[in-house]
């Protein structure tokens, strides 16, 4: 298993920059795959950027590709979103997730459900 916790999060105006923090423990971080999610209230938890199995490639939602920027540091254990540009619709709870990283899963993953752990989140709010 592994222990997400996610940093970073703020209040920022349209326009500026934020860099999210997702600190791993546990099992080594290079075990897993992983990738950011967010979800605003009353709506699904939504897909933002995520490695692909082999850690080689990333791969963006069409709303942030161009913004936002998905890092890591496995000698820290960590991974980094780099969000530029930020827009109000990009306010929501953000969240680091993983999921293992066996030969048979997905080589890119989508969808919320595909993650096996989970951070608490944290709030971005873009002020208009």
């Known amino acids: 298993q592994v222990q997400l916790v996610e940093s970073g999060g703020g209040l920022v105006q349209t326009g500026g920059s934020l860099r999210l923090s997702c600190a791993a423990s546990g099992r080594t971080f290079s075990g897993y795959s992983m990738g950011w999610f967010r979800q605003a209230p009353g709506k699904e938890r939504e897909f933002v950027a995520a490695?692909?199995?082999?850690?080689?490639?990333?791969h963006y939602a069409d709303s942030v590709k161009g913004r936002f920027t998905i890092t890591r540091d496995n000698a820290k254990n960590t991974m980094y979103l780099q969000m530029n540009s930020l827009k109000p619709e990009d306010t929501a709870i953000y969240y680091c997730?993983?999921?293992?990283?066996?030969?048979?899963?997905?080589?890119?993953?989508?969808?919320?459900?595909?993650?096996?752990?989970w951070g608490q989140g944290t709030q971005v709010t873009v002020s208009s």
């Open positions: 490695f692909s199995r082999s850690g080689v490639t990333t």
């Open positions: 997730a993983a999921r293992n990283a066996v030969a048979t899963a997905p080589r890119v993953a989508r969808d919320y459900r595909d993650y096996d752990y």
